[in-house]
Structures are given as structure tokens and as C-alpha cells.
């Protein structure tokens, strides 16, 4: 099964200052953090911002080239986590055809950006993340201040603090 995500934005990860780009299914019951190169975190921002450019970009060209073969990108998906490394598919409608199409996350993400269509991630994979992040969640202090600001926190507004490149 699949869960459709949303790019809840760009981030700079603070330890290895690397971009990461977040995604958030409607209910915010999943977060997928994907660190990704400086190049496809511009290329991602472009769409996020709404920046037109005078010339055609590599994700724009390649976009272009499936409208003119009679194609049409219906959705992504992201497929696979194997070695910490994300796998996606696109998939692009030709006429009756199908067709699924390996991709790196990133490319894809900047694809489904600018063709405005679904973001989708095998519900597996978003579990195993939450697994792996509620495995490795510590708890650092833990006198009753630190539960106020918990508390705090757990009410804090995201959206009010997102970043994008």
C-alpha cells in the first residue's frame, strides 16, 4: 500500500550539512526526512518557489520530452529503502500503456513538483523510518522542566519555522 506525501520543505542538516528535503503525509502520521546534493536541493526549491526560468532545465526538458512523446507523468513513487538508500519509480502513462520508470527520489520529487502530480511512498518503508526513529529517540534530561518543554514542543507549529532553499 501507498501513502501520498507532501514536500513539507528543504532543510540543511545540521550535522553533516547536507540538504534534506522532508515529506508529511496529509495526517502527519509519517515524516520521511531524504538527504539529497546541493544541485537536486536547488532543483527541488525551483518548483517549491515558483521560479520560472527563462530556459528549460534538465527535470523541465525531460518533462517536456514525455508531453511530446504523448506521455504523461502520472505519479511517483518511492519504492524501495535498501542500505539507506531510497529507490523510486515513475510512472508515466502513454495511451494504454503504463510504464514504471527507475529514478532517484530526488529527480523524482523535482519531476512530480513541476507536473504537480502525487508524491506516493510505500507505507513499508514509512514504517520502518518512525521504527527507526522511535529506536534511536533518547530521552536526554529528564527532570519535570524538561517535560514542560516537551509538552511545549509537542504543540509546536512546524510550518511557523520551515525552511526552503
Known amino acids: 500500500m501507498f501513502v501520498e506525501m507532501k514536500v513539507f520543505g528543504l532543510a540543511l542538516d545540521e550535522t ?91 529527480d523524482a520529487i523535482a519531476l512530480a513538483l513541476r507536473a504537480k502530480v502525487r508524491i506516493m511512498v510505500k507505507e513499508d518503508i514509512l514504517l520502518e523510518v518512525k521504527h527507526l526513529v522511535e529506536e534511536n529517540r533518547q530521552e536526554v534530561l529528564k527532570d519535570e522542566e524538561s517535560k514542560k518543554w516537551s509538552e511545549i514542543l509537542a504543540k509546536y507549529d512546524l510550518d511557523l519555522t520551515k525552511y526552503k532553499m
Open 16 to 106: 553533516t550539512k547536507m540538504p534534506l528535503i522532508i515529506l508529511k503525509d496529509k495526517e502527519e502520521k509519517y515524516v520521511l526526512p531524504i538527504w539529497i546534493g546541493a544541485l537536486e536541493a536547488m532543483s527541488i526549491s525551483i518548483p517549491l518557489n515558483d521560479v520560472k526560468m527563462p530556459r528549460p532545465l534538465t527535470h523541465d526538458l525531460f518533462l517536456n520530452t514525455i508531453k511530446e512523446m504523448g506521455g504523461v507523468l502520472e505519479e511517483i513513487q518511492i519504492t524501495e529503502l535498501k542500505e539507506s538508500t531510497y529507490f523510486a519509480k515513475l510512472i508515466i502513462k502513454k495511451g494504454e500503456n503504463c510504464l514504471s520508470i527507475d529514478s532517484r527520489p530526488s
